[in-house]
């Protein structure tokens, strides 16, 4: 009778409840939503990186940040894609 097993012996099992399902979607639901925001937040740092550069550039070297602004401004409204949409490439193949 030594193999006997008592109720004593048995962990209780918690059963679920509202917070444990809460726990679970801030676990696992939650960071992957916050992914999504990682390409605007990247394009936003980018673009403030930029625009310290060409301000810095404008007080040290007025000249080339003037061409370097000239350039910028003629490749954004100029119409033409800096790249080439690959969508467009294929469509023109077929």
């Excluded at 916050?34 to 007080?59: E, H, S, W, Y």
């Amino acid at each position: 009778m030594e193999n006997e097993v008592t109720e004593q012996d048995i962990p209780e099992i918690p059963e679920l409840c509202e917070d444990d399902t809460e726990e679970l979607l801030e676990k696992y639901d939650r960071p992957s939503r916050r992914k999504v925001d990682d390409v605007p937040a990247m394009q936003t740092v980018i673009c403030i990186i930029v625009a310290l550069l060409l301000f810095g550039m404008n007080i040290l070297y007025p000249d080339m940040a003037g061409e370097v602004f000239g350039r910028l401004n003629n490749a954004v409204f100029s119409g033409q894609n800096i790249f080439p949409n690959p969508i467009d490439l294929i469509s023109e193949l077929i």
